[in-house]
């Protein structure tokens, strides 16, 4: 009888020419079919029971008695219950523990690992958890020696397994064009929502050492929402659609609620600015069951704000939004009077004869005076005087400098908008002249990616670039060349040419917002003047104009850049925004992807 067992893992064949199969799904075969090669037994399921029925014993070749059973409860075909599976034995055996050490000829040859493995979830009525089959192609390698598959199924970060095991009838063989059908495992039920998971699929026969002779695949069952719909989702539910209005100083905030059968009753909302506002929202289902309103009381005049509100549970998801408050522009009326129109006249003659006078002034001149940018004001200020600086002219440059912004657009839609925010900020407030794809391109279509970058590199003062994550990646791990590899690569290739010649590198700069690390920036930017923004606007404005912050028994103060001061501007009020928004997002990435991997 063992001689016999050991004929199930023999050749398929397939004597129809004609026939050229599409897919495979597992079948209920007799022993006695699979050992004598019956045409109605080409791909079978294999469970204890059948080695039970074979020889009395139960043969663990594919996991505990427990495992693989044919789980027949209502309306479902058979399959492996993930709830009932058992973790013990779900380690691959070799080919002679299969055939039970009788034949070892058959053992000789190998088969590669299978290809284009893929998940495909199973439609059902189970909000609770989720269902899939595992598909997969043989290779066209040693295909002619195929016997059967393994397919194991474990939970990362667990150490539950289930594992399925199918033989080929041993009357048949397997041609060249067997390797185009698309063979199926039987159902995994009961996966646990949004968790992530492990399959390998194992060709049989199996080596002693099977390293390489599989094919794994890693993957995220569905979460609730993407399963079941948001609406029927408790613990994902979050309000998506959110309306603030303002009139004067009075900030509304209209939110929709949660599904009344949740029982959800009470919501919070939390402010981020320069100071931290909480609010809670409690309501009453029996008036309100599809939108509500909130006051946001507190909030300070011209600041801008990142907020987040959702419903009061644990771990509930939040929703981000942005206020800004702007400034309450009404000035009382005063009734006009002969002494206010004279007060009101007389600056304007003043300035009148201040202008003529400047232009015969310029006429008289012989000298044509220089036109000069208009740069931030300057205090230079003294430790006895702090307060009492002086307006001081340091910078006699006739254009302003030209920059180039290099960054990586791999960090999500607000990294991108920081940097925006960023140039903006600079060409307005810090005389400068910013060079960004994003503003040029038509310039970029004509030149191209590598063009564009080496003609603005070459043109530019200075260099300046963002380093984040995305900025790592390389090439070859993505679809397409990105703007960010090539930019930084051109970069990387002038910092050396130029440290080889020794020349100077001030020319280039590299930067990070405060929600990135300086582990960020690329080891070829290693040697080259390295900021923090917007902490740093000091010392990036000291670098581009080449100003010294610092002198025996004085320092200097820029306006609007040194310290908080860039903030009080509506460009530096945006940047400040749009760097919590990116912080913000890339925080809750990070949490999703912590949580996600970390279920069970």
């Given amino acids: 009888m063992q001689s016999s067992l050991s004929l199930v893992l023999t050749q398929i064949q397939h004597h129809s020419a004609h026939a050229e199969l599409s897919s495979m799904s597992p079948q209920d075969c007799s022993l006695e079919c699979i050992l004598q090669g019956g045409l109605d037994c080409e791909y079978c399921r294999i469970n204890t029971q059948h080695f039970q029925e074979f020889n009395g014993t139960s043969n663990r070749i594919f996991g505990s008695n427990r495992g693989h059973t044919d789980n027949r409860a209502g309306d479902r075909q058979p399959g492996t219950d993930w709830q009932r599976q058992g973790v013990s034995g779900c380690v691959p055996k070799p080919c002679l523990s299969h055939l039970g050490g009788q034949n070892s000829d058959l053992c000789q040859h190998y088969v590669n690992a299978p290809e284009n493995v893929n998940i495909e979830f199973l439609a059902d009525q189970n909000s609770m958890y989720d269902n899939i089959v595992v598909s997969w192609k043989p290779s066209l390698y040693g295909i002619g020696f195929l016997r059967g598959f393994q397919v194991f199924l474990q939970v990362l970060g667990g150490s539950r397994t289930a594992c399925q095991l199918f033989l080929f009838s041993s009357n048949i063989s397997l041609s060249a064009s067997h390797a185009q059908t698309v063979f199926k495992s039987d159902p995994f039920y009961n996966l646990d929502l949004g968790a992530q998971y492990a399959v390998t699929v194992l060709p049989l026969p199996a080596p002693e050492n099977w390293k390489g002779f599989y094919k794994k695949k890693l993957f995220f069952t569905r979460t609730c929402p993407q399963k ?33 059968h949740f029982g959800i009753s009470s919501y ?274 000291s670098h581009i104009h080449g100003v010294a912050l610092h002198r025996p028994g004085e320092c200097l103060r820029i306006e609007h850049i040194s310290g908080e001061g860039y903030t009080m501007l509506p460009a530096g009020a945006a940047l400040q925004c749009a760097i919590q928004e990116a912080g913000m997002a890339l925080r809750n990435h990070q949490d999703t992807c912590g949580k996600a991997t970390g279920q069970v």
């Fill in 228 to 260: 079941n719909g948001l609406e029927n989702c408790k613990e994902d539910w979050y309000p998506k659609y959110i309306n603030v209005q303002q009139k004067g100083l009075n900030v509304t905030v209209t939110f929709n609620l949660a599904p009344t």
């Fill in 268 to 541: 919070f909302c939390k402010c981020y600015g320069r100071e931290q506002k909480e609010y809670t929202i409690e309501l009453n289902l029996k008036e309100n069951q599809s939108h509500s309103s909130l006051q946001l009381d507190g909030l300070e005049e011209g600041s801008n704000y990142t907020c987040e509100i959702a419903a009061d549970q644990t771990d509930a998801v939040r929703k981000l939004f942005t206020v800004y408050v702007m400034k309450n522009k009404k000035e009382p009326q005063t009734p006009y009077t002969p002494s206010s129109v004279l007060s009101v006249l007389l600056p304007i003659i003043v300035a009148l004869a201040a202008i003529l006078l400047l232009l015969l002034l310029a006429v008289t001149s012989r000298k044509r005076p220089i036109q000069r940018i208009k740069y931030p004001g300057i205090t230079k200020l003294y430790p006895d005087k702090c307060g009492n600086g002086q307006h001081v002219s340091l910078i006699t440059r006739v254009t302003p400098p030209r920059l180039l912004i290099c960054y990586s657009s791999d960090d999500g839609p607000a990294h991108i908008r920081a940097v925006v925010q960023l140039a903006a900020f600079l060409q307005q407030h810090m005389a400068t002249q910013v060079f960004l794809d994003l503003w040029d391109s038509h310039q970029l279509a004509e030149d191209g990616i590598m063009g564009w970058y080496c003609s603005r590199i070459h043109e530019s003062d200075f260099v300046l670039v963002i380093c984040s994550r995305g900025l790592q990646r390389r090439p070859s791990e993505t679809v397409e060349v990105k703007m960010s590899a090539v930019a930084i690569a051109l970069v990387a290739e002038e910092v050396c040419r130029a440290k080889a010649k020794g020349e100077d590198i001030s020319k280039y700069m590299a930067a990070v917002f405060e929600y990135s690390d300086e582990k960020d920036i690329p080891a070829e930017l290693g040697f080259v003047s390295r900021y923090t923004l917007a902490r740093d606007f000091s010392l990036l404005f």
